[in-house]
């Protein structure tokens, strides 16, 4: 058992829920109360994505090393973007998955690393005055801003690169055509078939009226992918059967879907403070979002439906998913 699979039941619980026969126990959601996870599982699992930040942390430490010479600088950046700070969420998304095949744990924290990169050096270029233009970020100042815009420019290139270097170094699986599919399925969520795509799509949102399957086309590829991909790396880590797959593809879908709600409505309610970010910026460039289309009420029962959808997607896997079920519930009830 590794420390994302605490089951906070006794042992005596444990073993009696699994010898009920799978079609006759309670689905999953039914355990929760209406504000999400009962507070136990909830401290279960921010304890888990707590570990596993740790252990993502010292995993990109490692792999970013600081080199002599004047071209230090662009590694301090790259550092700077990437360590301190952040929830980690996909990276635990990677493991929490590899964890239902038991991979072992150095292959998932490296992968789970390789998709940070990617995620930083995303959130490094929308701070960039030519996207987002933003001076706060994870609470610290952006890259650019600590930096200059030339320095954070390479930083996230370096980053995006080096994510395609570490998937492709042994030490992060040994069968090389898994880490071939790795790179192929990472570069493709990554790219302009995906979250690239969807910038660009948030791009032309400001000058444009989108409708709602336009704004839910967006932000599946500008933060879906990512999130859903995550997923599908922790499975062909496990080399998990193509049922299995779809079924944690799916789960990965809904599950960006109701982050994407929750990033709406904290952008909405939340203070800069808690976020570490500004707030409020999709409303005063007139972006179409879920929230902005159907008001916040109506946003947080879709949010909610498809967590349970999301939770319902991972059946097959019984109690050894418990933590990508508080993953999913988590998505909607953070707080930044
Ligand atoms: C520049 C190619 C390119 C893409 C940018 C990720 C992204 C696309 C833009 C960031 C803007 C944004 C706020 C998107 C909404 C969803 C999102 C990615 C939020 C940040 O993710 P969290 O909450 O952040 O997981 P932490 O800091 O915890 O890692």
């Given at each position: 058992m590794t420390s994302f699979d605490v089951d906070p039941r006794p042992k005596y619980l444990r073993y009696l829920v699994g010898a009920i026969p799978k079609f006759l126990r309670r689905p999953p959601?039914?355990?929760?109360n209406d504000t999400g996870l009962a507070s136990h599982s909830s401290s279960v699992f921010t304890e888990s994505l707590r570990v596993t930040a740790k252990e993502v942390n010292a995993c990109l430490d490692d792999l970013l090393p600081l080199p002599e010479g004047p071209e230090r600088r662009v590694a301090e950046a790259m550092r700077y973007s990437a360590?301190?700070?952040?929830?980690?969420l996909r990276p635990f998304l990677v493991s929490a998955s590899a964890d239902l095949f038991d991979v072992p744990r150095p292959y998932s924290l490296r992968v789970g690393a390789a998709v940070e990169m990617i995620h930083c050096y995303s959130l490094v270029h929308d701070d960039l005055p030519a996207m987002?233009?933003?001076?706060?970020r994870r609470g610290r100042p952006t890259c650019h801003k600590a930096f200059d815009e030339a320095t954070a420019i390479l930083a996230g290139d370096a980053l995006l690169t080096k994510a395609f270097a570490v998937l492709s170094d042994?030490?992060?699986?040994?069968?090389g055509l898994i880490r071939c599919k790795l790179v192929a399925v990472l570069a493709n969520a990554a790219g302009a078939e995906g979250m690239v795509g969807g910038q660009m799509l948030d791009l032309l949102a400001a000058d444009a009226d989108f409708d709602e399957q336009q704004t839910r086309r967006l932000q599946a590829l500008k933060t879906g992918r990512m999130l859903a991909v995550s997923c599908q790396m922790g499975a062909l880590l496990g080399q998990a059967e193509p049922d299995a797959m779809k079924d944690l593809d799916s789960y990965g879908v809904y599950l960006g879907a109701a982050f994407q709600i929750a990033d709406d409505l904290l952008d909405l309610e939340a203070s800069e403070a808690d976020l570490g970010k500004a707030t409020g910026k999709d409303e005063a460039a007139g972006k179409a979002t879920f929230v902005s289309l159907h008001g916040p009420e109506r946003a947080r029962k879709v949010a909610k439906t498809l967590v349970d959808q999301a939770v319902a997607?991972?059946?097959?896997f019984g109690e050894r998913a418990e933590s990508l079920r508080a993953a999913a519930v988590f998505t909607v009830s953070r707080r930044s």
């Amino acid at each position: 058992m590794t420390s994302f699979d605490v089951d906070p039941r006794p042992k005596y619980l444990r073993y009696l829920v699994g010898a009920i026969p799978k079609f006759l126990r309670r689905p999953p959601t039914q355990i929760r109360n209406d504000t999400g996870l009962a507070s136990h599982s909830s401290s279960v699992f921010t304890e888990s994505l707590r570990v596993t930040a740790k252990e993502v942390n010292a995993c990109l430490d490692d792999l970013l090393p600081l080199p002599e010479g004047p071209e230090r600088r662009v590694a301090e950046a790259m550092r700077y973007s990437a360590l301190d700070g952040g929830k980690r969420l996909r990276p635990f998304l990677v493991s929490a998955s590899a964890d239902l095949f038991d991979v072992p744990r150095p292959y998932s924290l490296r992968v789970g690393a390789a998709v940070e990169m990617i995620h930083c050096y995303s959130l490094v270029h929308d701070d960039l005055p030519a996207m987002d233009d933003d001076d706060l970020r994870r609470g610290r100042p952006t890259c650019h801003k600590a930096f200059d815009e030339a320095t954070a420019i390479l930083a996230g290139d370096a980053l995006l690169t080096k994510a395609f270097a570490v998937l492709s170094d042994a030490a992060s699986h040994p069968d090389g055509l898994i880490r071939c599919k790795l790179v192929a399925v990472l570069a493709n969520a990554a790219g302009a078939e995906g979250m690239v795509g969807g910038q660009m799509l948030d791009l032309l949102a400001a000058d444009a009226d989108f409708d709602e399957q336009q704004t839910r086309r967006l932000q599946a590829l500008k933060t879906g992918r990512m999130l859903a991909v995550s997923c599908q790396m922790g499975a062909l880590l496990g080399q998990a059967e193509p049922d299995a797959m779809k079924d944690l593809d799916s789960y990965g879908v809904y599950l960006g879907a109701a982050f994407q709600i929750a990033d709406d409505l904290l952008d909405l309610e939340a203070s800069e403070a808690d976020l570490g970010k500004a707030t409020g910026k999709d409303e005063a460039a007139g972006k179409a979002t879920f929230v902005s289309l159907h008001g916040p009420e109506r946003a947080r029962k879709v949010a909610k439906t498809l967590v349970d959808q999301a939770v319902a997607a991972l059946d097959r896997f019984g109690e050894r998913a418990e933590s990508l079920r508080a993953a999913a519930v988590f998505t909607v009830s953070r707080r930044s």
